[in-house]
T-cell receptor
Framework: GAVVSQHPSRVICKSGTSVKIECRSL??????MFWYRQFPKQSLMLMAT?????????EQGVEKDKFLINHASLTLSTLTVTSAHPEDSSFYIC???????????????FGPGTRLTVL | KQEVTQIPAALSVPEGENLVLNCSFT??????LQWFRQDPGKGLTSLLL?????REQTSGRLNASLDKSSGRSTLYIAASQPGDSATYLC??????????FGKGTHLIIQP
């Protein structure tokens, strides 16, 4: 199956700093990528949807200026948490799909996640 | 707004038992429903995907059913093994591509 990677897998940062998380599709072209956040013992919550070459669509309650998403190529999307605070500590997971393939398979491929801890 | 509920939240059973995990969703206008497995601190592994027009899907010891009109799905695990221990997540896809997840069922299979 298709592989999606995330980097870094873990990051610890000080409050007020910015952190960039990368999501890469390794063996397919991801026309669409999704970013989810998961707090302990909670559901994964969709944060935003990004289509290659266009601005991301954010879910209600997610701050666009706080969580910057860039999807500049068909294999890479980045999520930047700006001026991170302890309440941003969470598990961030991306997923990717190829829209042409998804018509047949309808499958999203998930990355392994990034654990962010803000001190 | 779509809401997905999973029952039970946690389950611990002896090895070898058959078990059923339940998922319900509030808006029956779904495109598909998917069951995932998540190991501690890890990403997601897709187990089964059921299209809205389908009633069930099977993969090995796993069987998932879907009753779209009543907003319910079940995941049946036959002859459970310790390696099945994980959190099982149910997710539905509505009109957009993003998924709405339940909180999961934390499953422990005792050796």
């Amino acid at each position: 199956g298709a592989v999606v990677s995330q980097h870094p897998s873990r990051v610890i940062c000080k409050s007020g700093t910015s952190v960039k998380i990368e999501c890469r599709s390794l063996d397919f072209q991801a026309t669409t990528m999704f970013w989810y956040r998961q707090f302990p013992k909670q559901s994964l919550m969709l944060m935003a949807t990004s289509n290659e070459g266009s601005k991301a669509t954010y879910e209600q309650g997610v701050e666009k200026d706080k969580f910057l998403i860039n999807h500049a190529s068909l294999t890479l999307s980045t999520l930047t948490v700006t001026s991170a605070h302890p309440e941003d500590s969470s598990f961030y997971i991306c997923s990717a799909l190829n829209r042409e393939q998804s018509i047949r398979t309808d499958t999203q491929y998930f990355g392994p996640g990034t654990r962010l801890t803000v001190l | 707004k779509q809401e997905v509920t999973q029952i039970p939240a946690a389950l611990s059973v002896p090895e070898g038992e058959n078990l059923v995990l339940n998922c319900s969703f509030t808006d029956s206008a779904i495109y598909n429903l998917q069951w995932f497995r998540q190991d501690p601190g890890k990403g997601l592994t897709s187990l089964l995907l059921i299209q809205s027009s389908q009633r069930e899907q099977t993969s090995g010891r796993l069987n998932a059913s879907l009753d779209k009109s009543s907003g319910r799905s079940t995941l049946y695990i036959a002859a459970s093994q310790p390696g099945d221990s994980a959190t099982y997540l149910c997710a539905v896809r509505g009109g957009a591509d993003g998924l709405t997840f339940g909180k999961g069922t934390h499953l422990i299979i005792q050796p």
